[in-house]
């Protein structure tokens, strides 16, 4: 009986999470308001899957963890029952007891929610129950499925929820590209049409069968192409690539070429950040201070206001403010520089604190504003032509990060770039191997801090006018949050992270009350199942040539000749 307890305890334990995170979502309010977005028209809705999702991931996980498919089976069945005790005990508790005094979302119309809108308590409990236990043995049956197949499913969901979460944007799309109401044929209320999501789907589940047979192919026939031709096909597809991105804020609108701009303006930081903290391993909290000062220079020598100091041009303050941005680094990281892991990180983040009182202060007001800020920035101009809406923004936005992005993978392979990371992995060993870290260190805070300048001389002719507190603290969280999720030292993983974290909340503003919540479950779901980032770095393996021997044969034998 002990030995089955013990074998059962890990499911029980794993369920109870599972029902608490419910229970936690409820209080919230959450699950109410994601109840309100349907997903397919009369089929499904945000919150019910927000509801079972934790059940459909209690099958997934135990089934795979288990030895075998009948243990797997008993353990989801028990996860699943502990889970839906949890839930049910505070559907229970919550309809007897009023406690909206202290979670005001714990209403009767939660319990209805809950219940699936259940007339009879008990009726609703049962249907839980029965929908529960069902998305325990769909996550279980996802488990036992091969690999790319479970992807393809995966994948599938992801598109047939992101279509319905951004169904007034694709429809804004479809009615800018084409006449009429093309989006009726799609969505209704906001909701995907039952056929619509099925022919998603299906495309879904044909574009993977497809995609091995076209690589496959793919790499049958490149190695036989002369190189002059490979380089031509690599040349043509980034083509296509860049005519993509320059056509794009067109067919898009401005709303959606606003939301790229923030998202390129925080992909910028992220490079920049990533010299500090993803290859060189320091914990910079304080990276908002480059954003600012890179700002506040172009933002005083360009305004025509009260704290015009010359009017200058955009193009010819962009450097200085790069260079302001850098020397602000190099300052900032003396006195840090022997400092490591969490010393470092808060120190770095009283820098940042320090930055934002300075902007407030009475004592720096006559230059840059004090609480006023600093107006009449004007917008960035060649010629006669003028950088005036979203879409002119984004090309200045697009070309930066494309520099950026170049300089950041050079650096990346780059001597320096493995003297960084050596570094990041033991800074004592790389001291003991001959690597200056002094110097070293002090170029990644210096280098890292260009990246940051820039992005702010770009924001403050983006806006017209900043404010003091336009650099939070807050700044510097949500770049290092991008480089955690998106993976630290990896291109591809920060261009993902600046997506999922700046552009999807820019685009579901409806849910903005609960985007920090879900910034955390985010943060702590990467940490346990994912602590490499959604994209990690790939492993680098540098190989050594063998040391040339001498012309008289091996060493032992010149030196024993030698001595003979």
Known sequence: MQRLLKQLAKPLSQGAVAGVLCIYIALTGMMEAFGEREIVMGVLDLGKLVLFGPF???????????????????????????????????????????????????????????????????????????????????????????????????????????????????????????????????????????????????????????????????????????????????????????LVLLVLPWLVGSYLSEVLANVGLYLLMALGLNIAVGLAGLFDLGYVTNFAVGAYLMGVLTNSGPQATGEFNFWLILPVSILAAMFTGLLLALPVIRMRG????????????????????????????????????????????????????????????LVMLVVINRLDLSLTGRRWMAIRDDETVANAIGIDTTWIKTLAFTLSAASGGLAGAIFASKLGTIFPHSFSLLISMNVLCIIIVGGMGSIRGMVLGTLMLIGVPELLREFSEFRFLLYGILLMAVAIYRPGGLMPARARHYRTEPAPQPAGGTPAASSSAASG
């Not at 069945?77 to 714990?106: E, K, N, Q, W």
């Not at 009767?108 to 259940?118: H, K, W």
């Not at 069902?134 to 499925?145: H, R, W």
Request: charged share 10%; glycine share 10%.
């Open 56 to 242: 459909v991931g209690l099958g997934l996980l135990l089934q795979q963890q288990a030895p075998n498919r009948r243990v797997g089976w008993i353990r989801v069945l028990v996860a699943c029952l502990a889970g839906m005790v949890a839930t049910g005990l505070f559907i229970l508790f919550i309809d007897a007891v009023s406690i909206r005094h202290m979670f005001t979302h714990a209403s009767p119309a939660l319990v209805a929610y809950m219940t699936m809108g259940q007339d009879v308590l008990a009726a609703g409990l049962g249907l839980f129950a029965v929908t529960a236990l069902g998305a325990g043995a769909v996550g279980s049956g996802l488990a036992l499925m091969p690999a790319y197949l479970r992807n393809t499913i995966f994948i599938a969901a992801l598109i047939v929820v992101g279509m319905a979460l951004l169904s007034e944007l694709i429809s804004q799309v479809l009615r800018q590209i084409l006449n009429g109401r093309p989006d009726r044929l799609l969505f209704s209320q906001g909701a995907l049409r039952p056929a619509v999501a099925a022919i998603a789907v299906a495309s879904v589940f044909a574009w993977r069968g497809l995609v091995p047979r076209i690589r496959l192919r793919m790499q049958d026939r490149l190695p036989q192409l002369e190189p002059e031709r490979q380089r031509q096909v690599s040349l043509a597809v980034r083509g296509a690539g860049v």
């Open 342 to 401: 969490d010393y470092l990180a808060i120190a770095t983040m009283g820098f940042g604190e320090i930055i934002r009182l300075l902007a407030l202060s009475d004592w720096l007001a006559p230059l840059i504003g004090g609480s006023q800020g600093v107006l009449f920035i004007p917008k960035p101009n060649i010629g006669a032509f003028t950088f005036q809406t979203p879409q002119h923004l984004f090309y200045i936005i697009l070309a930066a990060s």
